[in-house]
């Protein structure tokens, strides 16, 4: 956790914040014996401990009241990225309840201010139940929040093919089988100079395997880093070459 956050919000969202990552942090430690939730991680330990249960189904039953919000320090580096870069038009595969939601429309509204630019947050949750309890912390937090986000709820494969804007910033906090479906599906709409973030991708490299392949092969176009983020935190930037 940094020492002193770059966020600018009211003090009231600044208060929600922190009370949301201490929730997401004590419940993922309940969940794996790691600490860190990872859908590789989850379904190995599941296969281990209940042999006779279907993994897939045990792992969406767990999930569906847990937050697994991006970490603190992570989100505070997106805040700034997307100051630093002027992004307004960011998309958010994997919502949940909407904490890294908050800080992204933050950052968007203050590009947006800043530099006069039109832009939005699409956020994309699957679970109806996630998508109103991520709604009422955005209501929590007033109009500086609500009104940047556009919230997509349904399978974000369709909901994202349609009226997407040209993207400035991809946000992959999302279970690792859905990365690389979710990035191919969004790549058309990436400008030149996007950014593409993938979470845990050290801890979860295996589930990401794919992914990681595929940001890393010269012909996609990406130049890539793992930033030094407890379990990974991948930054890809898309350079390529004709577009």
């Given at each position: 956790m940094?020492?002193?956050?770059?966020?600018?919000?009211?003090?009231?969202?600044?208060?929600?914040?922190?009370?949301?990552?201490?929730?997401?942090?004590?419940?993922?430690?309940?969940?794996?014996?790691?600490?860190?939730?990872?859908?590789?991680?989850?379904?190995?330990?599941?296969?281990?401990?209940?042999?006779?249960?279907?993994?897939?189904?045990?792992?969406?039953?767990?999930?569906?009241?847990?937050?697994?919000?991006?970490d603190?320090?992570?989100?505070?580096?997106?805040?700034?990225?997307?100051?630093?870069?002027?992004?307004?038009?960011?998309?958010?595969?994997?919502?949940?309840?909407?904490?890294?939601?908050?800080?992204?429309?933050?950052?968007?509204?203050?590009?947006?201010?800043?530099?006069?630019?039109?832009?939005?947050?699409?956020?994309?949750?699957?679970?109806?139940?996630?998508?109103?309890?991520?709604?009422?912390?955005?209501?929590?937090?007033?109009?500086?929040?609500?009104?940047?986000?556009?919230?997509?709820?349904?399978?974000?494969?369709?909901?994202?093919?349609?009226?997407?804007?040209?993207?400035?910033?991809?946000?992959l906090?999302?279970w690792?089988?859905?990365?690389?479906?979710?990035?191919?599906?969004?790549?058309?709409?990436?400008?030149?100079?996007?950014?593409?973030?993938?979470?845990?991708?050290?801890?979860?490299?295996?589930?990401?395997?794919?992914l990681?392949?595929?940001?890393?092969?010269?012909?996609?176009?990406?130049?890539?880093?793992?930033?030094?983020?407890?379990?990974?935190?991948?930054?890809?930037v898309?350079?390529?070459?004709?577009?």
């Amino acid at each position: 956790m940094s020492s002193q956050s770059p966020v600018e919000a009211p003090e009231h969202v600044l208060r929600l914040l922190s009370q949301l990552h201490k929730v997401s942090l004590e419940q993922e430690a309940t969940i794996t014996k790691t600490g860190k939730v990872t859908y590789s991680g989850v379904i190995d330990e599941l296969k281990e401990s209940q042999p006779d249960r279907a993994p897939k189904s045990e792992f969406d039953t767990i999930m569906l009241d847990k937050f697994i919000a991006l970490d603190e320090d992570k989100c505070h580096f997106v805040y700034q990225l997307i100051n630093a870069t002027g992004a307004t038009n960011v998309v958010e595969a994997g919502t949940s309840f909407g904490v890294s939601t908050i800080y992204l429309a933050l950052a968007v509204a203050k590009t947006k201010a800043a530099t006069g630019k039109s832009g939005t947050v699409i956020a994309t949750e699957k679970e109806l139940q996630k998508a109103e309890t991520a709604r009422k912390y955005w209501k929590q937090c007033g109009e500086v929040v609500e009104r940047e986000i556009d919230l997509r709820v349904g399978d974000l494969l369709e909901t994202l093919k349609v009226d997407l804007p040209e993207v400035d910033l991809l946000l992959l906090d999302i279970w690792s089988v859905l990365a690389l479906p979710t990035l191919k599906t969004v790549l058309p709409k990436l400008r030149y100079g996007a950014v593409v973030l993938a979470d845990n991708t050290i801890s979860g490299a295996k589930g990401y395997a794919d992914l990681l392949a595929f940001l890393r092969a010269p012909e996609n176009g990406f130049q890539n880093t793992t930033l030094p983020y407890t379990n990974g935190f991948e930054m890809s930037v898309y350079l390529p070459r004709t577009k």
